[in-house]
């Protein structure tokens, strides 16, 4: 049974406030708490190492399958391996993310691994939250990897959160993408104290047709630093965009690192990368309707992160 | 009432001190409608943002509603009845038009209210209510959008910096619709800086700012005529023919 400290961190990465219908499997402090398979989408422990496969089958239109993980114990440090395998001409949502409370004195850190071996003709929607709470002096260390390998013409619109509480991460995302393949990431980052992120992305466009769009926003507060490397390269006819916007405030630091590589004459590639504090005019607006500026700064905030 | 008792603001320039406000007295009644005009550069807008708090005056004090509200910030200022629309809209990534209705409304509201703040100011509440404030609108819907922010808030007096900046005149013709309906159902004191005729029409009361100072003030009858012609009303139509030019 989930205790009350990994329901609520179940709402926040996964907004669950119950089990949901359809594919599932829930992981909560390095063990399966829940685990539901459907009549299309199987989920199968691995043997050699801690993880799940996830097969989806040819055809499958409309289903959900919610992986998310929670960690509540101080200490605790794991790697883990999902892999999903999606059959031609699929249609699914995916939810993971993964919540970390530590109120202990020792680092708890969760690294999940995740592939995607998508199939042709699919659309794919991706969606993972990342969160940490707890008082204590341990830190919630998060490395997600994510690889996604894209069949033709297949879409992959990926949402990727991680908005209080997580110390450390090192965030690294690749992506291989076939002919007429599209994947949109739209990645939201904030960082409070002393916290470290990292996030990383490399696409390569190895089939004609094939795009990406990935567009960062993140806002770093307090004392917190940001590494940003979003790179694309065009091996074939492609188009690829990437976009780095931040907000910095207080003694934070951020680096944006764009990358484009055009290994291909017809691949066009743009970037866009903009760091500032929060527009001084954006402040007064706000304030001649009546906010603060703490609460005006909050709004922009939240809007930005949205 | 608001009331402006001899005001001075300046800045320092490179060239060193300059005086932008020189001793300004005026006084604004409670529901009138109000034109600020005169030639560029005069202080118009300057006297706007001392109204709304952006500024703090050098000399003077300002009194609204029998209360001195000079040393006020600009939110203290607004949530006790100022309002204030910016001759540039603001955009923001991320907030909705309805997201900004409701922080002026000051509560949650409906989307049926925020509907109809949209349709006073002519747009289509359905296409705008769930957009972004950011570059994809045009200056004219912002001017609107920014209009009906104001609307929302209900405040007992709304400063507006020249509307008719940086907006197509087809867009500006609409907005001075938006006003005259805002002239005959809003309750309320309306301050416009503007120089277009078709403003000043409507206006029940005229002051002339030029070199700081009050150069003339009183009604429309009486102030308007001696206007037409001049940098200080323009019509909307002369204004475009000088940017062929």
Same mark, same amino acid.
């Given at each position: 049974?989930?205790?009350?400290?990994?329901?609520?961190?179940?709402?926040?990465?996964?907004?669950? %406030?119950?089990?949901?219908?359809?594919?599932?499997?829930?992981?909560?402090?390095?063990?399966?708490?829940?685990?539901?398979?459907?009549?299309?989408?199987?989920?199968?422990?691995?043997?050699?190492?801690?993880?799940?496969?996830?097969?989806?089958?040819?055809?499958?239109?409309?289903?959900?399958?919610?992986?998310?993980?929670?960690?509540?114990?101080?200490?605790?440090?794991?790697?883990?391996?999902?892999?999903?395998?999606?059959?031609?001409?699929?249609?699914?949502?995916?939810?993971?993310?993964?919540?970390? %409370?530590?109120?202990?004195?020792? @680092?708890?850190?969760?690294?999940?691994?995740?592939? +995607?071996?998508?199939?042709?003709?699919?659309?794919?929607?991706?969606?993972?939250?990342?969160?940490?709470?707890?008082?204590?002096?341990?830190?919630?260390?998060?490395?997600?990897?994510?690889?996604?390998?894209?069949?033709?013409?297949?879409?992959?619109?990926?949402?990727?959160?991680?908005?209080?509480?997580?110390?450390?991460?090192?965030?690294?995302?690749?992506?291989?993408?076939? !002919?007429?393949?599209?994947?949109?990431?739209?990645?939201?980052?904030?960082?409070?104290?002393?916290?470290?992120?990292?996030?990383?992305?490399?696409?390569?466009?190895?089939?004609?047709?094939?795009?990406?769009?990935?567009?960062?926003?993140?806002?770093?507060?307090?004392?917190?630093?940001?590494?940003?490397?979003?790179?694309?390269?065009?091996?074939?006819?492609?188009?690829?965009?990437?976009?780095?916007?931040?907000?910095?405030? @207080?003694?934070?630091?951020?680096?944006?690192?764009?990358?484009?590589? !055009?290994? @291909?004459?017809?691949?066009?590639?743009?970037?866009?990368?903009?760091?500032?504090?929060?527009?001084? @005019?954006?402040?007064?607006?706000?304030?001649?309707?009546?906010?603060?500026?703490?609460?005006?700064?909050?709004?922009?905030?939240?809007? +930005?992160?949205? | 009432?608001?009331?402006?008792?001899?005001?001075?603001?300046?800045?320092?320039?490179?060239?060193?001190?300059?005086?932008?406000?020189?001793?300004?007295?005026?006084?604004?009644?409670?529901?009138?409608?109000?034109?600020?005009?005169?030639?560029?550069?005069?202080?118009?807008?300057?006297?706007?943002?001392?109204?709304?708090?952006?500024?703090?005056?050098?000399?003077?004090?300002?009194?609204?509603?029998?209360?001195?509200?000079?040393?006020?910030?600009?939110?203290?200022?607004?949530?006790?009845?100022?309002?204030?629309?910016?001759?540039?809209?603001?955009?923001?990534?991320?907030?909705?038009?309805?997201?900004?209705?409701?922080?002026?409304?000051?509560?949650? =509201?409906?989307?049926?209210?925020?509907?109809?703040?949209?349709?006073?100011?002519?747009?289509?509440?359905?296409?705008?209510?769930?957009?972004?404030?950011?570059?994809?609108?045009?200056?004219?819907?912002?001017?609107?959008?920014?209009?009906?922010?104001?609307?929302?808030?209900?405040?007992?007096?709304?400063?507006?910096?020249?509307?008719?900046?940086? =907006?197509?005149?087809?867009?500006?013709?609409?907005?001075?619709?938006?006003?005259?309906?805002?002239?005959?159902?809003?309750?309320?004191?309306?301050?416009?800086?503007?120089?277009?005729?078709?403003?000043?029409?409507?206006?029940?009361?005229? =002051?002339?700012?030029?070199?700081?100072?009050?150069?003339?003030?009183?009604?429309?009858?009486?102030?308007?005529?001696?206007?037409?012609?001049?940098?200080?009303?323009?019509?909307?139509?002369?204004?475009?023919?000088?940017?062929?030019?």
């Amino acid at each position: 049974m989930l205790d009350k400290i990994q329901l609520e961190l179940l709402k926040e990465v996964a907004d669950l %406030d119950e089990l949901p219908v359809g594919a599932v499997n829930i992981r909560a402090n390095g063990k399966a708490e829940v685990r539901n398979s459907t009549a299309n989408i199987e989920i199968v422990p691995k043997t050699d190492v801690s993880g799940i496969d996830i097969h989806i089958k040819p055809g499958t239109k409309n289903e959900s399958v919610h992986i998310p993980v929670v960690v509540s114990k101080t200490g605790l440090k794991e790697v883990v391996y999902n892999d999903f395998y999606i059959g031609d001409d699929c249609d699914v949502v995916i939810v993971a993310g993964c919540g970390i %409370d530590n109120c202990g004195g020792q @680092d708890s850190e969760h690294d999940g691994i995740h592939r +995607f071996r998508v199939g042709k003709n699919c659309k794919v929607r991706y969606i993972e939250k990342h969160y940490g709470s707890g008082t204590g002096k341990g830190k919630r260390i998060l490395n997600p990897g994510t690889e996604v390998y894209l069949g033709e013409n297949s879409t992959m619109e990926m949402e990727m959160t991680q908005i209080k509480g997580v110390d450390d991460t090192d965030r690294d995302t690749k992506a291989e993408l076939a !002919a007429g393949a599209k994947l949109t990431v739209r990645e939201r980052l904030m960082t409070h104290n002393e916290q470290n992120a990292v996030s990383s992305y490399h696409v390569d466009l190895n089939g004609a047709g094939s795009s990406a769009d990935i567009v960062s926003r993140g806002v770093a507060r307090d004392a917190s630093h940001q590494t940003l490397n979003l790179g694309i390269s065009g091996n074939a006819k492609s188009s690829g965009h990437t976009e780095c916007d931040s907000i910095i405030m @207080d003694q934070a630091r951020i680096l944006a690192v764009p990358s484009l590589e !055009a290994n @291909d004459p017809d691949s066009s590639l743009v970037h866009e990368a903009a760091i500032g504090r929060i527009a001084g @005019d954006q402040l007064i607006k706000l304030m001649t309707l009546g906010l603060s500026e703490a609460e005006a700064e909050e709004e922009i905030i939240m809007g +930005f992160l949205r | 009432m608001l009331e402006l008792q001899n005001i001075s603001f300046g800045v320092e320039t490179e060239k060193g001190a300059r005086d932008i406000i020189r001793d300004v007295s005026l006084k604004f009644e409670d529901d009138k409608f109000t034109v600020i005009t005169g030639p560029n550069g005069g202080g118009k807008s300057t006297l706007a943002r001392l109204i709304a708090g952006i500024e703090k005056p050098d000399q003077g004090r300002i009194i609204f509603n029998g209360e001195d509200i000079t040393d006020l910030s600009i939110t203290d200022r607004a949530r006790k009845g100022i309002s204030y629309a910016l001759q540039q809209p603001v955009r923001f990534k991320g907030i909705r038009v309805v997201d900004l209705l409701r922080i002026a409304s000051g509560k949650t =509201i409906s989307i049926d209210e925020a509907c109809s703040y949209l349709s006073e100011v002519g747009l289509c509440a359905r296409e705008y209510i769930n957009r972004e404030v950011n570059s994809s609108l045009s200056g004219g819907e912002l001017k609107r959008i920014e209009i009906a922010t104001v609307l929302a808030r209900k405040t007992s007096l709304s400063v507006f910096d020249e509307p008719e900046a940086g =907006i197509d005149l087809w867009s500006f013709q609409n907005l001075i619709s938006v006003f005259e309906h805002m002239q005959k159902s809003y309750h309320g004191s309306i301050i416009i800086i503007s120089h277009q005729e078709r403003i000043l029409n409507i206006a029940d009361n005229i =002051i002339v700012i030029a070199d700081g100072r009050v150069k003339a003030q009183g009604a429309r009858e009486e102030i308007l005529p001696s206007l037409i012609g001049t940098d200080s009303a323009v019509n909307a139509c002369s204004e475009l023919s000088k940017g062929d030019q």
